[in-house]
Nanobody, 120 residues
Framework: VQLQESGPGLVKPSQTLSLTCTVS??????????WSWIRQPPGKGLEWMGA???????YYSPSLKSRTSISRDTSKNQITLQLSSVTPEDTAVYYC?????????????WGQGTQVTVSS
């Protein structure tokens, strides 16, 4: 399975960040598999943001839940992340990961990551 993140590299404060993860070599609707979004701010550790399951159920980090939405396009085999009301603290490398056996499970394949900078 291969994953590829895409989206704008620069977002202005207060706007909504939208990223897409295109999955190849496997279906995002395969039973019992989950797909997650993880980010890493500069100089900090990895932060789990949320995940979407094979049935379309979504799971979010409590600290980001009010601003995060994860969805999917099964016709394109893509997972989408939206993060609203961004601030410079949302500057990070964003990764998608999967397939995994649970919303926060380890293992799975990682995309190469995409750098997002929030700045005016």
């Amino acid at each position: 399975v291969q994953l590829q993140e895409s989206g704008p590299g620069l977002v202005k404060p207060s706007q909504t960040l939208s990223l897409t993860c295109t999955v190849s070599g496997g279906s995002i609707t395969t039973d019992f598999y989950f797909w997650s979004w993880i980010r890493q701010p500069p100089g900090k550790g990895l932060e789990w943001m949320g995940a979407i399951g094979y049935s379309g159920s979504t799971y979010y980090s409590p600290s980001l839940k009010s601003r995060t939405s994860i969805s999917r396009d099964t016709s394109k085999n893509q997972i989408t992340l939206q993060l609203s009301s961004v601030t410079p603290e949302d500057t990070a490398v964003y990764y998608c990961k999967g397939p995994i056996s649970g919303p926060r499970a380890d293992f799975g394949s990682w995309g190469q990551g995409t750098q997002v900078t929030v700045s005016s």
